[in-house]
């Protein structure tokens, strides 16, 4: 899973790219008009507080990082819900494998067995 600049985009098994989610973070996508926001008593310390110490010049700086960081976190949850979209569809077309306490033993035994023979040729490459 990727972006590009239609979007999220998933690259399917068949090698086809398909767009989830489509993000318009233009700036000809923002209305121009300006926002008032209150913050509340405690915000307005605290951003002062970064002021004094230099961290930010003015208040509106600390809502441009809030917003930021909010835009940040929410581009990570829409690639995360088009993820699981993708697994389950990955599951509804059977493609899942079932997980259960004995699938689980035998899988990290794979994984050790695999481990292990890597390993003795790492250690026999080096001889």
Known sequence: MGRSERGLVCDRSDGAEVVIAVLDTSPASFNAEAME???TADQKAFAHQAIRMGRLQREEEAVQEALSLWEA???VRAEMLASIDVAEAFLVRGEGRAIT????????????QRGRAR?????????
Not at 101 to 112: H, I, N
Not at 122 to 127: D, I, L, M, R, V
């Open 37 to 39: 926001v209150e913050l």
């Open 73 to 75: 976190r929410e581009r």
């Open 119 to 127: 390993l003795a040729a790492g250690q026999s490459a080096n001889k």
């Open 101 to 112: 306490e004995q699938s689980l033993r035998e899988l990290a035994g794979e994984v050790k």
